[in-house]
């Protein structure tokens, strides 16, 4: 049970991140592609976000969570991606991190 409130935790802190439309797959279409499909590491993802938004950068580093949660999501294949976005979007406190990251996904590779 603590187990799995840490996960939601870590979802809603790191997903990054990350509240979007669910998808059924990935498709080309998709609103969640940008962050499914970034080429972007840790680094980058950061860096953008520093450059774009530094209170939302300073607010997910402060969290070790949700630092843990946007490494792990941004090591994982694409499909895990799909399936960590879909879960994050379950949870509304996770809306605030999931849209930082996304908005910078499809420009991190600039960083």
């Excluded at 940008?34 to 939302?56: F, I, K, S, W």
């Excluded at 070790?64 to 294949?77: D, E, G, H, K, V």
């Excluded at 910078?104 to 960083?111: D, E, F, I, L, Q």
Aim: glycine fraction near 6%; hydrophobic fraction near 45%; charge should be neutral.
């Amino acid at each position: 049970m603590v187990r799995l409130s840490l996960t939601k935790l870590a979802a809603a802190a790191g997903g990054v991140a990350f509240a979007l439309t669910a998808g059924s797959g990935i498709a080309s279409a998709d609103p969640l592609d940008p962050v499914v499909n970034t080429t972007c590491n840790y680094g980058q993802v950061m860096a953008a976000l520093n450059a774009t938004d530094p209170a939302a950068a300073a607010q997910l580093t402060a969290s070790p969570i949700a630092t843990s949660y946007l490494r792990q999501f941004l090591a994982s294949p694409p499909p895990k991606r799909l399936q960590m976005a879909q879960q994050i979007q379950a949870m509304p406190q996770a809306a605030p991190y999931f849209n930082d990251v996304l908005s910078v996904a499809g420009s991190c590779n600039n960083y």
